[in-house]
């Protein structure tokens, strides 16, 4: 063996031996003398505080902190001036591990090198005043003065270990608290020049953690476990958590912060990075009154999220600053009204969303940029959302749209509408206030355009084809202009405007007005019916996330509560057999029915006015009408009405020009069929050039009395009358018929099924003898001269009219 390596051998040897013995010496000294080594080591710790520091024993643990002398410390306790006010031990330990080093024990000066703290709690606490119990560790200017102007003797740990320690920061001055149950945590401190540095290994269960008490605790019950590098700057006094891998309730994230000491109280920053995270976990790390708000929405796969909570030290019991930004691809996004499908954006949280105003809820704002998604099938663009005052909360965006109409089923229900076909294109910004994270009181500017619309209106049974509207939304005001319906065959053009839709859509849906206008070359009023109809009732479903639905239901409700003042124009109208030209009407359809305010129209070569209203009654609807017919051919009249009902005298049996006012009422079904035997009311008629052709009745007055002249053709003279319409029956107001075969008058009741009672004096003296009397007395009287005959009408046996002789006559 080389000589050198036998000397360098002997040396190393000698030092470990050395290092030995010292460390024997030391423990040797310590057990031997355990009162003067704890009575030294309370003297040195007191002497370093304003306070009190309590130690129960001191015994040698040699193995522990080989090659340095260590102490285990029994009992202690760490306690403030004040603390009998306050009660509050800043220490409170079972056992204290202390590493001391053997060159400075044996000179009489205690360097620690490490020091572990096992089964303890330690409190920090501030009390409203502002006064904390760690203002027993004295400044350096009271270390300065003590020892005479020199540098002080500052302690100095190169390493700390705790095992099974409460620790708790409890500032009442500030309402902040932040306890944690730390089950272990052991760190190496290095002491350069410039401050020191270290490394902490870390295993804790987050208690509290809260800036502000009164709003709850962020990271409430969570454990934390990693690793955290740190390092301070003597001369700018900050404290500085370098950025690394920290685990929070079973999510990594990557932690860094900073505390500024040279401020009182001092500020701090932290900031946190995590990849590939459930935002679920991430808002559950956060305070009470942030996580509701947050948890109201749902994503369904992981996140990138960024977050800084900066507090600046100044304000007692403000909220920190806090930012969170969100980054989100592809992803599935549950909101309150719904689903977003492919879901991408980017979101930001802030606490103070104006600079100049206080940090809390009312400056607090939720931002989503860029969002791209599929909101039920239809494909949406929002180049800025915004949600601001979560006080209050107010959401504002734009919101940009293309898709097929039949992408919409399903997403209004099946009670609502249905879509066969037809595109959609809007783009629309919006404002609305937001109660329990639903829109309320909304304002919309903007448009949608609906093209080649195939739409069911299921309530009413309403199907839309070939459609296309310009829905334009200014604020809370709806206007369609030129927009083109096609129903069945009727083709209209219209022009709507609502006046505070969005205002009364939620509240008051029944104050809201709808003034429309309609203008149409041909018109099918029969295909117009269902809009008269009572609104079907549905079997309503289990309540679901489905805002659409729920939309399409207060549609459904706005509709049928909106009052609605329409104005129609139609060249030509059709009504099964009506056919009417120039219609214009003032039509208003209100909660209860429709009311026909103004109607006038050209028909049988004369005109037509008429007012009234239409109201649902049952399974039928109701109508009151009163109309006034100025010079209609009589023949087309009855035509188009159907004989109003009854088939005594038929259009067939009518010739001449006929002028009335009508007052009658009576239901119709959904299709437009006059129900028989529901009508009643009166019909004054006037008659010009009148004629009765084949009229039966007459015409059996004919083969029983006068066989020579002609009943199959009666012109009449002008003929003024009244008719009362009671269900079934039709009374008939005496009236004095002069015609060209006959003069006679006629009074009684005529019945649709039982009850016909008709009384006809008819004078046989033929009405061509008195062709040349002028004078209108003379005339009259002569009317009646010679013989009478007095017949009744009945009904027969076989359900035909019989002719009778009046035994009951006048």
């Not at 700018?236 to 990557?254: C, Q, S, W, Y």
């Not at 898709?403 to 066969?420: A, P, Q, T, V, W």
Request: aromatic share 8%.
């Amino acid at each position: 063996m080389a000589r050198w390596l036998k000397l360098s051998l002997k040396i190393i040897g000698g030092v470990l031996l050395l290092f030995i013995l010292l460390f024997v010496a030391g423990g040797i000294y310590i057990s031997s003398n355990r009162e003067k080594v704890l009575k030294s080591l309370v003297e040195k710790v007191n002497g370093s505080i304003n306070g009190k520091f309590v130690a129960g024993s001191i015994d040698p643990s040699f193995l522990k902190g080989f090659p340095n002398a260590s102490l285990s410390v029994r009992n202690v306790l760490l306690t403030d001036s004040l603390f009998n006010r306050h009660r509050h031990e800043l220490l409170k330990a079972s056992d204290i591990d202390v590493s001391l080093d053997l060159l400075s024990l044996l000179v009489g000066n205690f360097k620690i090198s490490k020091v572990s703290i096992n089964n303890a709690s330690i409190y920090l606490y501030t009390d409203s005043s502002g006064y904390s119990n760690t203002s027993l560790f004295k400044t350096k200017k009271e270390k300065a003065a003590e020892s005479g102007g020199g540098k002080p003797d500052d302690i100095q740990l190169n390493r700390i270990d705790l095992n099974k320690v409460q620790f708790v920061i409890d500032n009442q001055a500030r309402f902040k608290k932040f306890d944690f149950d730390v089950s272990s945590l052991s760190g190496r401190i290095n002491y350069p020049s410039e401050g020191f540095k270290g490394k902490i290994k870390l295993r804790t269960l987050v208690r509290a953690f809260s800036f502000n008490t009164r709003r709850g605790s962020f990271m409430h019950n969570k454990v934390l476990d990693g690793n955290l590098s740190f390092h301070y700057d003597k001369d700018k006094e900050v404290l500085i958590a370098d950025p690394d891998r920290l685990n929070i309730g079973g999510d990594d994230f990557k932690i860094g912060a900073s505390v500024q000491f040279g401020q009182k109280p001092a500020p701090f920053s932290v900031n946190i990075a995590a990849d590939k995270i459930l935002y679920s976990n991430v808002a559950k790390l956060l305070a009470p009154n942030i996580s509701s708000k947050l948890l109201r929405f749902k994503i369904d796969k992981p996140v990138d999220v960024r977050a800084t909570i900066l507090d600046d030290g100044k304000s007692s019991g403000k909220d920190p600053l806090i930012n969170v930004g969100i980054t989100v691809r592809n992803n599935i996004v549950t909101i309150p009204s719904g689903k977003l499908e492919e879901c991408s954006f980017d979101g930001a949280f802030t606490n103070r969303d104006t600079a100049n105003r206080p940090i809390g809820d009312a400056n607090s704002s939720i931002k989503f940029r860029k969002l791209k998604a599929n909101y039920y099938q239809a494909p949406i663009t929002v180049d800025t959302l915004l949600i601001n005052n979560l006080e209050r909360p107010v959401a504002i965006g734009r919101v940009l749209s293309k898709f097929d109409l039949e992408k919409l089923n399903g997403s209004f229900g099946d009670n609502m509408f249905r879509f066969k076909s037809g595109h959609a294109d809007l783009e629309l910004f919006g404002r609305a206030d937001i109660e329990n994270f639903r829109f309320t009181k909304p304002t919309v500017s903007g448009r949608v355009l609906i093209r080649d619309a195939d739409i069911t209106y299921l309530p009413k049974n309403i199907h839309l084809v070939k459609s296309a509207l310009a829905l334009q939304f200014t604020e809370n005001d709806l206007s369609i202009n030129e927009g083109r319906l096609q129903l069945g065959k009727s083709i209209v053009t219209m022009n709507l405007r609502i006046k505070n839709l969005l205002n009364f859509y939620y509240t008051a849906p029944e104050k809201t007005l709808i003034e429309l206008s309609i203008n149409s070359p041909q018109i099918y009023l029969n295909e117009l019916m269902p809009f008269l109809t009572q609104r079907k009732k549905a079997v309503r479903k289990r309540s679901t996330a489905n805002s659409l639905n729920e939309l399409s239901d207060q549609l459904g409700t706005v509709l049928e509560s909106a009052q609605m003042k329409m104005q129609l124009h139609v060249d030509k109208a059709i009504y099964n057999r009506f056919v009417a030209r120039n219609l214009d009407a003032n039509i208003d359809l209100l909660r209860d029915g429709v009311y026909l305010r103004k109607i006038h129209v050209n028909h049988a070569g004369g005109g037509l006015d008429l007012t009234g209203n239409i109201k649902p009654f049952g399974s039928v609807n109701r109508f009151t009408v009163r109309s006034t017919v100025n010079n209609v051919s009589v023949r087309e009249f009855f035509y188009s009405f159907d004989n109003f009902g009854q088939n005594t005298i038929t259009n067939k049996n009518l010739r001449g020009f006929l002028s009335s006012t009508v007052d009658i009422n009576g239901a119709i079904s959904d299709q437009g069929k006059i129900i028989s035997r529901s009508t009643n009311g009166r019909v004054r008629f006037s008659l010009r050039k009148g004629a009765l052709i084949n009229f039966e009745p007459l015409k059996k007055v004919e083969s029983f009395a006068f066989k020579n002249r002609d009943f199959s053709n009666i012109q009449l003279q002008t003929l003024n009358g009244t008719l009362n319409v009671k269900g079934d029956k039709v009374y008939i107001s005496p009236l004095m018929i002069n015609s060209s075969v006959l003069n006679f008058n006629i009074k009684g009741v005529y019945a649709l099924s039982k009850g016909t009672n008709i009384a006809m004096d008819i004078p046989l003296r033929n009405p061509k003898k008195d062709e040349f009397i002028t004078d209108p007395k003379e005339k009259k009287a002569a009317r009646m001269k010679g013989i009478v005959l007095h017949l009744k009408a009945t009904d027969g046996e076989d359900g035909k009219i019989k002719i009778g002789w009046n035994r009951d006559h006048d």
